[in-house]
């Protein structure tokens, strides 16, 4: 079983920056994609961007050129560096371990970008 645990939500101004981290259970990155996603209230969860075990970076548009999808395989965690935060980027994150159609979630980190 994986396990999968976000930190580092918080309270942050517009243009401000922001570190989510995802502690995994065990070393799982050269075996699964690793994925942040999000839900905004009232709004269907997002992909926001995904790391393969290969390397392979994937972004959704509105996010590209401001976040950054990054693992640390000594420490089995996954980061997800936010920077020029908008508002509509307040939502709930999730982290996400995918091994073929096998879907691991985290309990999600709250992310509010507000002045």
């Known amino acids: 079983q994986v396990q999968l645990v976000e930190s580092g939500g918080g309270l942050v101004q517009p243009g401000g920056s922001l570190r989510l981290s995802c502690a995994a259970s065990?070393?799982?990155?050269?075996?699964?994609?690793m994925g942040w996603y999000r839900q905004a209230p009232g709004k269907q969860r997002e992909l926001v961007a995904t790391?393969?075990?290969?390397?392979?970076?994937n972004y959704a548009d509105s996010v590209k050129g401001r976040f950054t999808i990054s693992r640390d395989n000594a420490n089995n965690t996954v980061y997800l560096q936010m920077n020029s935060l908008k508002p509509e980027d307040t939502a709930v994150y999730y982290c996400?371990?995918?091994?073929?159609?096998?879907?691991?979630w985290g309990q999600g980190t709250q992310v509010t970008v507000s002045s």
């Open positions: 996400n371990a995918k091994l073929y159609q096998l879907y691991y």
């Open positions: 065990g070393n799982i990155f050269s075996r699964y994609v």
């Open positions: 790391l393969t075990g290969a390397g392979t970076l």
